[in-house]
């Protein structure tokens, strides 16, 4: 009988079993899938010559995360690659807003838009610097993070510290428009609060963009060295060798309650897997207490709490294998590992408003990944594997564009869809698409069958607005690991500190059933 059962081998249930193991604990993985790695994968499906990421691919939260750093996965070959330009957002008359690799260059560039705009881009580093450590800290411990607290409050006077969490709960529009005279810097901030469900007027986007710029700023948007999936691939492998069994294709069904209290589960082929200590749950909030625990084993209140619970937008995603560089209009995006494609903070407030609306963007925001780019071993030389993605409602009501796209997703939705992206491209890229030579299409469902945590696309775990957020993560109340039921442990996306791949909520949970184990 193994100490700990994890359900769902992405990577928070891997760094959860990870640390268990280290400690001593005999641990067993049960993945539903027939690969590990939940949303950190990839494969050459797109054409047999391009590793393409299915998922996520960018990794600053992983490059910043004292959990994935203390589990040293160089030594299981794992290395990282950047592009030599950050994040790239070209204009509509052919300039490019660039986050470059140095603060002082992204600055020099910043000031070609506005005088001072470059001074007001290294405040911000300089504020950054001065709490990186505390709110890494305080961002990656259990709720409420006391040491860290404790650190920036010290830090900071009580007046800098207020205007700190002022510039937290800014919308991101309001952020750049006090901050900055010229557009380039506001779009670098309104886009990476976009990588969330964020937009430009939402309370917190410009805590939230400020803090992926600051991120991309101090350590890139790094990729793993020949596809995301030699991350989930370094995680295994440490995971194997200190003791811990991986079981894939193995869908567990049921979390088993007895006295109260987590004793094992059951797959989908009847089997049960016991659990002497924990069961640990790398699965959404939804999907644990409303499908793998019965009812009867959780307050109603809880129940009464998740049917408000809020996901973030749905994803509809294109993988492409290019036979050529991209052939962007502004020169910069060519060095870019990142691109982000909307015309000005307005057209993201549109974009967001539209999805707010129940309508499918007509003139969508794409988040463009050009891999070779950043890792020349993804493509043959001379050539691009590349990808973009956009949000679209979960529940679509219409269509802001001209094809009538009703959410069906069949595949002439989706062809239509990954045209009215692949035109976007065009705009700021004219060519592009005579360079492709391969395209995979990745609709809300499809990316929902691959892994079931991606409910419709929703790559964040539950959204990322301040009402689901810290205490209310994921619902009122809670914010830490721990559940109702003694043994049992939120251990994924869905839990505090939230998405992103950097190993948090896995690392909680592990911690926190170690602390019940000691206490017991």
């Given at each position: 009988m193994p100490d700990a059962v994890v359900i769902g081998a992405g990577p928070n249930g891997l760094v959860a079993a990870n640390l268990l193991a280290a400690a001593g604990w005999s641990v067993e993985v049960l993945e539903a899938q027939p690969e590990p790695g939940g949303a950190v994968r990839s494969d050459r499906a797109v054409h047999p010559d391009y590793v393409t990421d299915l998922f996520s691919a960018f990794y600053p939260l992983a490059a910043a995360s004292p959990v994935l750093g203390a589990l040293d996965l160089g030594a299981e070959g794992l290395r990282w690659s950047r592009a030599p330009r950050v994040l790239a957002h070209p204009l509509p008359d052919g300039r490019c807003a660039v986050l470059e690799s140095d603060a002082r260059d992204t600055a020099a560039g910043l000031d070609a838009f506005a005088d001072g705009d470059g001074a007001a881009w290294l405040e911000l580093c300089a504020t950054w610097d001065r709490v990186r450590r505390d709110v890494l800290g305080a961002l990656f411990t259990p709720f409420p993070p006391v040491r860290p607290g404790l650190r920036l409050a010290a830090r900071l006077r009580a007046a800098e510290g207020l205007r700190l969490a002022r510039t937290m709960l800014l919308p991101v529009r309001r952020l750049g428009e006090e901050r900055f005279g010229g557009e380039a810097a506001r779009l670098l901030l309104a886009g990476s609060a976009l990588h969330a469900d964020l937009g430009p007027e939402a309370a917190g986007s410009g805590g939230f963009g400020w803090l992926m710029s600051m991120l991309g700023q101090t350590y890139g948007f790094p990729v793993p060295v020949g596809g995301a999936g030699a991350l989930t691939g370094a995680l295994v492998r440490r995971l194997e060798r200190h003791g811990g069994v991986l079981r894939c294709g193995e869908q567990v069904t049921e979390v088993v309650v007895r006295g109260g209290r987590a004793v094992g589960v059951r797959t989908a082929r009847g089997e049960a897997v016991p659990a002497s200590r924990a069961v640990l749950a790398d699965v959404s909030a939804p999907a644990l207490y409303t499908?793998?625990?019965?009812?009867?084993?959780?307050?109603?209140?809880?129940?009464d709490d998740l049917r408000r619970f809020q996901w973030d937008f749905a994803t509809f995603k294109v993988d492409w294998a290019l036979n050529g560089p991209v052939p962007w209009t502004a020169r910069p995006a060519a060095t870019a590992g990142t691109v982000h494609l909307a015309d000005g903070v307005d057209g993201l407030t549109r974009f967001a408003a539209q999805i707010a609306m129940g309508q499918v963007p007509d003139r969508p925001f794409l988040l463009f990944g050009q891999m070779s780019t950043a890792d020349a071993t993804r493509s043959p030389a001379g050539t691009e594997a590349?990808?973009?993605?956009?949000?679209?409602?979960?529940?679509?009501?219409?269509?802001?564009?001209?094809?009538?796209?009703?959410?069906?997703?069949?595949?002439?939705?989706?062809?239509?869809?990954?045209?009215?992206?692949?035109?976007?491209?065009?705009?700021?890229?004219?060519?592009?698409?005579?360079?492709?030579?391969?395209?995979?299409?990745?609709?809300?469902?499809?990316?929902?069958?691959m892994d079931a945590n991606l409910l419709g696309g929703a790559i964040n775990g539950g959204t990322t607005s301040a009402h689901?957020?810290?205490?209310?993560?994921?619902?009122?109340?809670?914010?830490?690991?721990?559940?109702?039921?003694?043994?049992?442990?939120?251990?994924?996306?869905?839990?505090?500190?939230?998405g992103g791949v950097h190993g948090a909520p896995g690392a909680n949970a592990a911690r926190a059933a170690m602390r019940r184990r000691l206490r017991r």
């Open positions: 499908r793998l625990v019965d009812a009867r084993h959780l307050p109603a209140r809880l129940l590349a990808w973009a993605y956009t949000h679209v409602p979960h529940r679509i009501k219409g269509d802001a564009g001209d094809d009538g796209l009703t959410g069906r997703w069949d595949r002439g939705e989706q062809e239509a869809m990954a045209d009215r992206m692949e035109h976007e491209v065009e705009r700021w890229a004219p060519g592009f698409r005579s360079r492709i030579t391969a395209r995979r299409l990745l609709a809300p469902p499809t990316i929902e069958s689901q957020q810290l205490v209310f993560r994921p619902t009122p109340g809670t914010g830490r690991p721990e559940t109702p039921v003694r043994g049992l442990y939120l251990a994924s996306a869905s839990a505090h500190p939230g």
